[in-house]
């Protein structure tokens, strides 16, 4: 079942630890076949270098496992809820990447600094609020996709023009079309906070880039007027900058 | 003689330069065998690519070599005093891994600012008071395991909710169920000061995790409503997030 | 055609990733057969992996492309700008490294505050100003260089002397008589920029080295008193300081 | 000619690029006969990777070179005045590894805050001054030896006990009885340094460790009453805390 899902969400999990994303097994990357409805999750607390593509566990959009001998990462709630509420994305990644959960501890949004940030997050990374003690309580998990959902819709924001987001005090979550491709997000995320950590120390004059430079970065690679890569395969895959 | 427990031992010694905890030989780890009163701990001072698991050292739990041709670590009577006071503890391991030492140097708690702190440790880390002058010239490395018992009796902290500590000026011990164990929290440990350190040069507000958010990833990892990981071998090891 | 020049092209571009200066493909390195009129870059957003020789593309001073089956870096108008007004320089690079990137974020120069700066670069490497929205909108990538040479003419800079630029808001260039060397000034300015944010951070003291140092520095390597290395084939290459 | 001394120093100058010391070929070392009264040095601007023990040059104590075909480090005369003032040196090293050049830019010592640091450097590590213009120009390499010497001696500080200096905006000199130990020291310096940069950045207290503190630690493996490692040759080499 979801074979070809299986190997793809298999090898973006195997690409956290060689990106340096991940200490121990603490990252897990889903992706959804949006036609069956189904997403392939990471099995709970397996380590890297004994999970096989087999391990990975099938889902449907009630959280509910439909194929799977073990347990799915204790995200999954998190999971269902932001493939439910954002409905065109196809990958999710959490990580606890150390620079993007100093900016989540400091509850504080990753500003955009730079065009490294820009020519992937259109705009600040915004950091969701804290869960409150009534949230944590009823359904961690699940109330953690309800925050980003809410903050996202509060400040009007486009989750395919910001492809990321940290929650106060625990950490990032990215996603993308792809499960490929939320991986490159979280990367980008974990450079991006540790270049605005280290403008934030430098100076304390305003460094958010102005939206003319964004309205740039952004639509030179999406779009009928992008002109970045190649427009073929061989450039696909994680053609950011050059 | 205990000779599994030598190799388990050896192999968690050998796991502190694989995940960038040790220069040099600036590390130790131990295990005990409750049953026999007897604990193994590395030798003084030997390179980690000469050391074998024959190499290990037998102390009883008067600090007396029981058995071995080498010296055992210059901090056993640390690790001594630790497994006679903190009963229920397995493995203990030391190091100057340096974002947790900067902390210890400072004389600053390691506070819990995220849930990659939570997950391992119910509260911050303390760092227990320098040594006096008295206490470093009669027994300083007996007393080092004694400030340490007396500031988690003092703050009234369970050495198995909070498994490590910072000495100040010194640097941190951790420890848990196992040598194995003990490790994995003092990878976490460094993790979290790294954390810990950027969020602090982020922002002046408070950045503690509340007491829910504490009680919640300790309980979805610990006692009989924990729901975290496989409840299986494949995932008892280093499973902590996903 | 310019065979030699695209396998030492190909070679620069691919020490980038194993000097830690790129990220994904996030990197470019052209250099120019000045005789011709010609030079050699890049394919925009192809992965390291992937890259062979022959997939560099051939470019005139015009910025057309000349030979090459894939689209050139969608820096080259920078290159061309570049090549066109610095006369002296072979080659060229441009990285998003993370310490460059922070202070081209913080609108800083990099300051020469020690040696190790001052063995490469003759005085502080200047932060460009942040492009316009006319300049952005009209010609984003043209306009980059030229606002590169402008800065280097508005402060009298010799681009021999001082081989690197930071553009506000985006990132570093640095050249070279040859694409080699660019890559190595590349390197030497990541190097830089990390020294010199942790020397500001732990002092507000005047930290810039002094004209004489700056001399001293340069002339033992440059022009006909030198007396750095081997005079011969053996040390030319990357030997600044022993 | 000293073939057993060059393979020595080869091997040192081997680890430097091992231990994360230098970038290129930012560095040397070198080691003394003191009854020939000849020291052998790496020479000038060789990448490590191309370099044999048959290119280490052997230079008198006049800073003459006696056997080898290639140029001696252009820090010669710095080892030559070192060696000629520190009688009871073997070895020396010279890096441009940035956590200590931040302190030697910064023109601050890099004080004693933990054990770490007090296993190998009886107190701080001085920050000689500037050189001044006269004597840059004069004799720069040579006076860079003597302003470290006249440090030590103004501050009545043994060589022997604190193995380590930097120089005012240019970066760190280390040594020891052996090649190999200088070595050694080189890299505690570094971590060091790391280590008491972020203290200073967590708090404004005072974090020098105490006299009694420093006394445990030096006495604790140096002079007769030394109770640090194996007392053999096993672990002799590196063995400094465990």
Not at 11 to 25: I, R, Y
Not at 100 to 107: I, Y
Not at 109 to 131: E, M, N, R
Not at 199 to 221: I, S, W
Request: glycine share 6%; hydrophobic share 35%; with cysteine.
């Amino acid at each position: 079942m979801l074979e070809d899902l299986k190997q793809e969400v298999y090898e973006a999990n195997m690409k956290l630890p060689k990106l340096d994303l991940v200490t121990f097994t603490w990252g897990n990357v889903s992706a959804i076949d949006r036609d069956k409805g189904l997403f392939v999750i990471k099995p709970s607390g397996v380590p890297y270098e004994d999970m096989k593509p087999s391990d990975m566990v099938v889902v449907d959009l009630d959280g509910k496992v439909v194929e799977g001998d073990l347990n799915p990462s204790s995200d999954t709630p998190t999971h269902t809820y932001l493939y439910n509420h954002f409905k065109t994305i196809g990958g999710i990644v959490h990580t606890h990447s150390p620079w993007a959960v100093s900016f989540a501890a400091a509850k504080m949004d990753i500003p955009a600094t730079s065009t490294t940030h820009a020519d992937t997050f259109y705009g600040d990374v915004p950091c969701a609020p804290a869960l409150t003690q009534k949230q944590i309580e009823e359904a961690y998990e699940l109330n953690t996709g309800k925050v980003i959902v809410d903050e996202f819709n509060r400040r009007g924001i486009d989750p395919d023009a910001v492809p990321a987001v940290l929650v106060s005090q625990h950490g990032p979550f990215a996603w993308g079309p792809t499960a490929d491709k939320a991986v490159y997000n979280a990367k980008v995320l974990e450079v991006s906070a540790e270049i605005s950590y280290h403008t934030l120390q430098l100076t304390r004059d305003e460094t958010h880039v102005p939206q003319y430079l964004l309205d740039k970065h952004y639509y030179r690679k999406h779009g009928k007027n992008a002109y970045y890569g190649q427009n073929n395969a061989k450039s696909k895959s994680h053609a950011e900058h050059e």
